[in-house]
């Protein structure tokens, strides 16, 4: 058996065994006669990954391997051995570039393959250490593209179980900005608040300030529609008033919601049109609403005027 195919943690081996497997597929498919049966065309690379079962490579260092392949030859290997397309799947979105992560999935979804995309996501994400002196990093790309295929930002999230979510693997590993990604695709308000607290109560200070600055991003913004954002602000915890804010881009208007939680205490609203209030917070408002899905109007037609009803008080119902 060639040494490099054996079970090791050496990376330089591993570097080997990929190129040699790699080599096996690209020459198969430049030199291989059309009318030979697929099977015979690439046996023996399959009989190369079979000496590496045979071995019990660890699952890491087939997603290395996979990731180090030419996707063209990457491809035509699962075609003929089925049983590989996620891990080659998982091995492009660990690695990247994220064009190589399309051209597997367009390839496996025209052979019927359904992917997990949750899975794929794990390793788009996290830290996956492979061998001493080899780990990934995340790929925010790859993550972004699963994302619009349809991965769940909410994976992994279950209250019942002690095994870290997706997010929380996300923000741990890869930091502030891959947990931006998951806001902006689905992360609950409410999960980002919890996971504030959990790093709180485990005395973990930066992870704790990780997540607080990304729940201070997204995670008091809620999506009403594709016009409409809604901003929520703990104005005065001890006296259980918290602000709304309804920025409506159909219409061009802004409501301020004064809400004190105390029985009996009357809301304020305060309404506007856009050009009487701040430019920047609309601005900035009208990016947070795209960040997160919606679609507002360019706001070219809105109406020039004083605001609606500066001051109304009106009872709780």
Not at 2 to 8: R, V, Y
Not at 144 to 161: K, P, T, V
Not at 224 to 231: G, I, K, N, R
């Amino acid at each position: 058996m060639t040494e490099f195919l054996k079970n090791t943690n050496d990376l330089q081996k591993w570097r080997q065994a990929a190129e040699y497997l790699n080599g096996i597929v690209m020459t198969t498919l430049h030199d291989r006669n059309p009318a030979a049966p697929a099977t015979l065309v690439m046996g023996r690379a399959i009989g190369v990954l079979n000496q590496a079962s045979n071995e019990r490579w660890d699952s890491n260092r087939y997603l290395y391997t996979y990731a180090q392949m030419d996707t063209e030859g990457l491809v035509a290997l699962a075609i003929e051995k089925t049983d590989i397309w996620q891990t080659a799947l998982n091995a492009k979105a660990c690695f990247g570039p994220v064009g190589d992560l399309c051209t597997v999935y367009q390839a496996g979804r025209e052979k019927g393959i359904n992917f997990n995309l949750d899975n794929a996501l794990l390793y788009a994400s996290s830290v996956t250490k492979f061998c001493p002196g080899l780990q990934s990093s995340g790929c925010p790309e790859t993550a972004e593209q699963l994302f619009q295929w349809g991965a769940n930002a909410m994976a992994g999230i279950d209250r019942y179980s002690s095994t870290p979510s997706h997010y929380c693997r996300a923000v741990r590993d890869c930091g502030v900005e891959m947990g931006k990604l998951y806001a902006r695709h689905g992360v609950t308000p409410q999960n980002m608040a919890a996971q504030m607290v959990t790093a709180l109560e485990a005395n973990n200070r930066p992870l704790y300030l990780a997540f607080r600055d990304i729940y201070w991003e997204y995670g008091r913004y809620t999506v009403a529609d594709s016009e409409t954002l809604v901003e929520n602000k703990e104005i005065d915890p001890s006296k259980n008033c918290q602000l709304k804010i309804i920025f409506n881009f159909a219409s061009c208007r802004v409501n301020e919601i004064y809400d004190w939680k105390t029985d009996g205490k009357q809301s304020l609203v305060r309404e506007f049109t856009f050009d009487d209030y701040g430019a920047t917070a609309i601005d900035t408002a009208r990016q947070k609403l795209i960040e997160l899905g919606g679609k507002p109007s360019d706001g070219i037609t809105r109406m020039k005027g004083k605001s609606f009803s500066p001051l109304e008080l009106r009872p709780k119902k």
